[in-house]
């Protein structure tokens, strides 16, 4: 079948093609020439996924092959959702592999660069298509391994690949990161809780007896009910969560992305903007549908239980929205200070899953939850366009300015092409009308409204502002306080500009036609989470004026700072040291982890200095010791002299006389 | 019963196998060729040990050879279960044959001992120290499993004793007696057994299990106690665990790719193929015990490892905590724990092995080194060796795309069905167990880092012995191949468990 053909070139095949890039020799390009044809490959057949998906409507998953026995299978979702998600990642890594191979040029790890990005791609996509649990969280572990590869590519900490500003400490703890700390980093945060999530799959098997997701999505109001009878509906929720949070870099765990911006600028862009991050969305939104439709379908059919396993789900997307607030927030007011480029990209990464995950944790309180995931689905590729421009627009400036510091860099507005196009991307991010940004950032804030949840809603209303003003800050800051200057600034070759220039276009256009085919967006997508909702929006007129509003003050406020020259933003700082310090520390937050590790260290070393040596010098020394230490006293006394002999045997006779009369 | 009928099989490719390498070992004047030879004679056997897995319906019974009043019958049982791990043994052991030769070639040079000699001994005693392994998975009897196990205890410590580091004679007797009393525990309840029994069999001649039910239930309960114990003291559980830092250690290094993850594995191995069935009514009862020592075993290996800054001493921490996964997932006691621990084993071989051969190739590259804080940034002297162990870190942390990932899938599988409904008990196994993975992972990669990346300490790239990297890349690439391999032959592993289960009479 032609479906199937289609399915394995687009997500099999760059497995494939990463095991052949691993045995070439690494004559110039050749390695990256086969990753990016392996990558335009599987591009062309997720296109022709997703027409066949637009043309014929979509049914039950594509299996390659089943193993009954141990409940894997190597099936594919076929439905809209994942012919988006597919087509996404690959024409996205296909573009980012195209900057790459000018970006990683002359780089010694060339070919293991595009192994392992090839095999991330592969990875990527087995999570946006995969039926079967294990199989997803095989993608799953795949992509935190090439993350944790490629974060620490540069395996030998030169100085000039640190993240963070050398000699920074709090405490003990140091606020900078060589690459080989934060790959470890990324892979215990991501690796650790993913053993949980594994648990939680488990558990899930154990209960309903399916690792299908089409499987569990059409018994939806089975397996809540089996879950909240057995009383361990929210455990297992958390398990299944947990994993993702930690992925998706969600307070607590959003430590580990930013360190991870010591990897190449374009990794930062495809796995820690566009893509990896995104699976933790992916995959939430993905069972979402089968907690909210399943506690509804219950209270039809059993209205007691039903009721409590409702009450339950809403406690807990509850949480969810408020850690994605939390998120929102924290990142935010961390980008407001932040110095370096990738820093605050990631930052605004971090706080734009935020948004994401509140919108997941918003969805249960609508009546419609379908039509709210279809917003954070649309908010997810709005993000992953534009933010993957900007990281790839930064891997120009940092070459060209030579320096990861935004304050070090000349006025990159002498570069027209790049920042003209890196305009456009940053002014999706601030949420500008008609940029593809404001439209789905928008959707989302009108779901926080309607759920009527003040604390989280105006964390995340309040967010709005900071976004637009970091991000604005991010380009304007060397209007105002260029670093050295004088030099030509050359602009990449054309192919490389028309990379980010391409994203540029696109979050642009994408904003323009968004009245036209929003609705159909969310249509579309919401078909693949069980009810399609026949009400488009919930029609918040006043939440669209207060994010505009909250948007040009932003605006407004980082041109009158960097570009006006109204404010002296630095003087505000220097007032107010304290609070500078407390946001460019990442809230101190990791101090708390670097002595968790130290503990877990501390311990290991406790445990060997006094238990582990104090039982060997016990049984293997001292025993050994005592028993010729024995032996020696005993041997004294038996030293072959008769009468000796004699007078133990006496002495024998009495006791055992004694013994026997007081018996 | 099989298919495949071809009598003495096994037995026939093992006598000739020995016979040959020793004829060989008189014949051959140069070294290198006895390393040769040796590589060579162990593709006999994997051929047949594939015959006999995978061409006789899954269940290979070799006739009898052996048979006496008492003791029972003698046999070799190839099936889904022995044949895998035995082409396990024989694979490393195959692998790393190659790898020795370099290595000990050096070792002899370095302390000035007549190679020609040192290195044909060697080579015997390598053989039959791995061949007595793949007989002791095989065999069908106590007896006869007991004397392919003391047959690998000599051999390996004599290996030891006159190959080893350090305080050599002193390790090796260490050795010695340590895993002898756990063997002989065994072989006290071996006896026990076969003293109410009749015999010593294990499997009759079909390849079944012999029907022990109206064995009395004190001596039955003696029995599986002496023989649980001696099994955990070769595993290395928590508390029998202080030969093997040593041993595994000071061993040299090609022994050490060996004893680490094939020799101590048996033990769990063991207690699933043989104590599991024979005694169903005491393993349920022991399962709780055991499944709370595996967990204690995998973390305090893990904790102790975390700290270890000798690189093979860490190495066999890390055994011990790969043990406790062992363990734990034969204490799950159902059918996905079984795979898991036949998974992990395969699993644990291949990444120790790696682990361990990279170690070596460190030692082997930078005069003796093994010392992890003098290390750093490896990866810029020997690449290969570093992109090697990488992979091998993987495959014991369970990482696709290496097998590790379906043992870890299992595992966690086996002990959360078993486990997770027994209330607080269960739950603090489980959370135990999750602690264990995050110790193992913290420890590998933390310690991967320390010594792979990270700025150079050392001047420019080493050209790598041809022999070591081209084994160690052997390895991994089967360590990868055994990705694709694993699920589809767990899901037979599962219908044939299920089956044994059926004739069991579902107990």
């Known amino acids: 079948m032609a479906l199937n ?22 004559k110039r390009k050749l390695p990256g020439l086969v990753s990016v044809a392996s990558l335009f490959i599987s591009t062309v057949s997720s296109g022709l996924v997703l027409y066949f998906i637009l ?403 105006s964390l995340l209303v309040v967010t709005i502002l900071f976004t637009a003003f970091y991000s604005t800050r991010y380009l304007l800051y060397t209007e105002r306080y ?90 505000i700082i220097s007032k107010l040291p304290s609070l500078n310090n407390f946001l460019r520390d990442r809230w101190w937050i990791n101090v708390f982890y670097y002595n968790i590790g130290l503990a877990f260290l501390r311990i290991g070393e406790v445990t060997y200095n006094s238990l582990e040596k104090g039982l060997d010098t016990a049984i293997n020394y001292a025993l050994p010791r005592g028993t010729s230490v024995f032996s020696k006293y005993i041997r004294k006394p038996l030293n072959g002299d008769t009468y000796n002999y004699m007078l133990y045997f006496l002495l024998s006779v009495v006791v055992m006389l004694l013994i026997l009369i007081f018996m | 019963m099989s298919v495949l009928y071809l009598p003495h099989l096994m037995l026939t490719t093992l006598s000739i196998s020995i016979l040959a390498l020793i004829a060989l070992n008189i014949v051959l004047k140069r070294p290198r060729h006895m390393c040769t030879a040796t590589a060579a004679l162990f593709l006999p056997l994997i051929a047949s040990t594939l015959l006999a897995t995978f061409y006789s319906g899954g269940k290979f019974t070799d006739g009898v050879y052996l048979s006496a009043k008492y003791l029972g019958d003698f046999n070799f049982l190839v099936d889904y279960v022995s044949g895998p791990i035995a082409l396990t043994i024989l694979g490393v052991s195959m692998v790393i044959s190659i790898y020795a030769y370099p290595y000990m070639e050096r070792k002899f040079e370095e302390e000035g001992e007549q190679i020609s000699s040192n290195m044909k001994l060697f080579y015997v005693l390598y053989y039959i120290f791995s061949i007595s392994m793949y007989g002791s998975v095989i065999s069908t009897n106590f007896a006869e499993f007991y004397l392919f196990l003391e047959v690998g205890l000599i051999s390996s410590f004599i290996l030891i004793n006159n190959y080893g580091y350090g305080d050599r004679r002193k390790i090796a007797l260490l050795y010695f007696v340590w895993t002898h009393i756990g063997a002989v525990l065994f072989l006290v309840g071996a006896l026990a057994f076969g003293y109410y029994e009749g015999s010593l069999n294990v499997f009759g001649s079909g390849g079944n299990i012999v029907y022990t039910g109206e064995l009395m239930q004190s001596v039955a309960k003696a029995v599986f106690a002496l023989m649980l114990v001696g099994m955990l003291v070769k595993a290395a559980a928590l508390g029998f665990h202080l030969w093997l830092p040593y041993a595994h250690a000071e061993a040299p290094t090609p022994i050490s790719a060996l004893l680490s993850p094939l020799l101590i594995g048996i033990g769990p191995y063991v207690i699933f193929r043989f104590l599991y069935p024979l005694f169903p009514a005491q393993f349920g009862d022991a399962r709780l015990l055991l499944a709370v020592w595996g967990a204690l075993t995998i973390v305090y290996g893990g904790l102790n490892a975390l700290f270890e800054k000798d690189f093979k001493r860490f190495l066999a921490y890390s055994s011990i905590s790969q043990m406790g996964y062992l363990i734990i997932s034969v204490a799950a006691g159902n059918i996905y724990g079984f795979i898991g621990l036949i998974l992990h084993y395969i699993a644990h071989a291949f990444g120790k092995a790696i682990l361990f051969a990279s170690a070596g190739s460190v030692i082997y590259h930078e005069n003796g080194l093994r010392d992890m804080r003098q290390m750093g ?85 080493k050209k790598e012995d041809p022999f070591i990297i081209g084994s160690l890349i052997t390895l991994a690439i089967l360590a990868i191949a055994l990705f694709i391999v694993a699920p589809v032959y767990a899901n037979y592993l599962t219908g044939y468990l299920n089956s044994l289960k059926a004739l069991a009479g579902g107990a």
Not at chain 1, 12 to 20: D, E, M, V, Y
């Open chain 1, 482 to 571: 260029p670093g050295k200057d004088g030099e030509l600034l050359h602009e990449p070759p054309a192919y490389v500009a028309s990379t980010y220039g391409l994203l540029a276009i696109l979050s642009i256009l994408l904003g323009i036609m968004w009245p036209l085919f929003g609705q159909k967006l969310s249509m579309f997508v919401s078909q693949s989470f069980i009810e399609v909702p026949h009400i488009l929006a919930e029609g918040e007129t006043t939440a669209v004026a207060v994010s505009l509003a909250l948007v040009l003050t932003g605006i407004a406020l980082s041109f009158s700072a960097y570009y006006l020259k109204l404010i002296d933003s630095k003087s």
């Open chain 1, 5 to 26: 053909a289609y399915y394995f070139l687009a997500i099999i095949q760059p497995f494939i093609a990463s095991a052949i890039i691993a045995l070439l020799p690494s």
């Open chain 2, 377 to 461: 940034g490896m990866l810029k002297t020997l690449p290969m060796t570093g992109n090697t162990a990488l992979l091998g870190f993987f495959t014991i942390t369970g990482m696709p795309p290496t097998i590790g990932f379906w043992s870890e899938l299992f595992i966690v599988r086996g002990v959360v069905e078993a486990f997770y409904g027994m209330g607080a008990e269960g739950l603090a196994i489980i959370a135990l167990l999750f602690i264990g993975f995050s110790l193992s992972i913290s420890y590998s990669f933390y310690r991967y880092k320390e010594v792979f990346q990270g700025p150079p300490k050392f001047g420019a790239r």
């Open chain 1, 55 to 457: 043309e014929k409507g979509f049914s039950g998953p594509i299996s390659f092959g089943d193993l009954p026995s141990i409940g894997f299978s190597l099936s594919f979702l076929y439905d809209s959702y994942t012919g988006i998600m597919m087509e996404l990642v690959s024409f996205l890594s296909l573009i980012i592999g195209i900057y790459s191979l000018y970006y990683m040029d002359g780089d010694e790890g060339f070919t293991r660069y595009f192994m392992y990005f090839t095999f991330f791609v592969g990875s990527m996509m087995l999570v946006v298509s995969a039926d079967n649990l294990i199989l997803l969280f095989l993608g799953w572990e795949g992509t935190g391994l090439a993350s944790y590869a490629l974060i620490g590519h540069w395996r030998h900490d030169e100085k000039e690949r640190m993240i963070g500003e050398e000699g920074r400490y709090v405490a003990n703890t140091p606020m900078f990161s060589f690459p080989s700390m934060s790959g470890l980093r990324a892979l215990l945060f991501t690796r650790i809780p993913d053993v949980l999530m594994l648990v939680g799959i488990i558990v899930l098997y154990i209960m309903t007896g399916t690792f299908s997701l089409s499987v569990l999505l059409k018994s939806s109001s089975n397996v809540v009910g089996i879950l909240a009878r057995a009383g361990i509906l929210v455990p297992v929720m958390s398990l299944l969560s947990i994993g993702a949070l930690a992925k998706s870099a969600q307070f607590p765990f959003h430590e580990w992305l930013v360190t991870a911006m010591t990897g190449p600028t374009p990794v930062s862009a495809l796995i820690h903007a566009a893509t990896m991050v995104k699976a933790g969305v992916y995959y939430m939104v993905r069972i979402t549908p089968i907690f909210a439709y399943g506690a509804k379908e219950l209270m039809v059919t059993d209205p007691i239980l039903g009721q409590t396993a409702f009450s339950q789900i809403q406690e807990f997307y509850y949480v969810l929205m408020i850690i994605g607030a939390i998120t929102a927030f924290a990142l935010a007011t961390m980008a407001l200070v932040a110095r370096e480029a990738k820093l605050i990209l990631a930052y605004s990464t971090g706080s734009q899953l935020g948004f994401m995950f509140a919108g997941i944790g918003a969805s249960i309180f609508s009546s419609h939850p379908s039509l709210v995931l279809s917003f954070v689905v649309a908010h997810l590729i709005a993000h992953a366009v534009f933010k993957a421009g900007l990281f790839l627009g930064a891997g120009i400036y940092i070459h060209v300015g030579e320096s990861r510091f935004i304050d070090e860099w000349p006025n990159i507005h002498r570069m027209r092409v790049t920042t003209s196009l890196n305009w456009l991307l940053t002014l999706s991010l601030a949420g500008l009308p008609p940029f593809i940004g404001f439209w789905t950032k928008d959707a989302l804030v009108e779901s926080y409204i309607a759920t009527g949840l003040l604390l989280p809603t």
